[in-house]
């Protein structure tokens, strides 16, 4: 349902969006960046991405936050049903996350599997070794296992609009107090083949360290398939 075809294996993305604000009683502003390379051929997929989100607030910093990933799809068994693997780093300042590495595998199945609709259901296994912040002072350095879970959703209306859309439940399967909530939904109007204006709203939430964050942004999305 992506533009890729029979004669493109490759995509390149970079995304930039932001919100800024100033009165005469303040002044904030957010900048959210990203990059995205695939790589697709007819059994496996692999994506790489890269994103950074900085902001402050009436000089304070509010956000420096950076994530990276890397992950693969092997399509291999039956019909809508695919194998997936994962590193992820994260390092952030609003969710009070030092460093954290998340590494593992799973399965996946596509519930609608349709040219333009896509409703995918996926679970599988991390490691978590992390180093964060309680209480904004306090060190906690510690790994666990998690089980992840993902819903994601895209629907592509004529090539034209295009609703991408992700929802994530990590559990420690020691502590069930000890989970992450993250999503990420994004709306894009295409104003050429390689410029879409985009809307953003990403969650997330580490009850481990009682910090969330959330942020709805719009900006530019420029891709290119070859």
């Given amino acids: 349902m992506a533009q890729f075809t029979d004669s493109t294996f490759y995509y390149l993305g970079y995304a930039s969006s932001g919100t800024a604000n100033k009165t005469n009683d303040g002044d904030s502003y957010l900048l959210n960046n990203a990059v995205k390379f695939s790589v697709r051929k007819k059994s496996i997929s692999l994506n790489a991405t890269n994103s ?3 902001g402050k607030q009436d000089q304070k910093l509010t956000n420096n936050d950076f994530s990276s990933s890397l ?3 092997l399509y291999k068994t039956f019909p809508h049903f695919f194998y997936w693997g994962l590193a992820n780093y994260n390092t952030s300042y609003s969710l009070k996350i030092n460093n954290q590495l998340l590494a593992g595998a799973g399965i996946a199945y596509n519930l609608v599997d349709k040219k333009n609709t896509l409703i995918n259901l996926s679970n599988g296994i991390l490691y978590d070794k992390s180093d964060l912040l309680l209480n904004d ?3 906690d350095r510690y790994h666990t296992f998690r089980n992840s879970l993902r819903l994601l959703i ?3 209306i004529q090539n034209m609009i295009i609703f991408d859309g992700s929802g994530f439940l990590q559990n420690s399967l020691k ?3 000890d989970y992450i909530l993250r999503s990420n ?3 894009s109007f295409k104003l050429m083949k390689w410029l879409s204006l ?3 709203y990403n969650y997330n939430k580490i009850n481990r360290t009682e910090r969330r ?10 891709e290119r398939y070859f």
């Fill in 213 to 222: 964050n959330s942020l709805l942004s719009y900006g530019l999305t420029v």
């Fill in 154 to 156: 895209r629907f592509n």
């Fill in 185 to 187: 939904t994004s709306l």
């Fill in 175 to 177: 502590e069930k107090e």
């Fill in 137 to 139: 002072t306090i060190p």
């Fill in 71 to 73: 992950d693969f799809n």
């Fill in 198 to 200: 985009t809307t953003n």
């Fill in 52 to 54: 950074w989100m900085y």
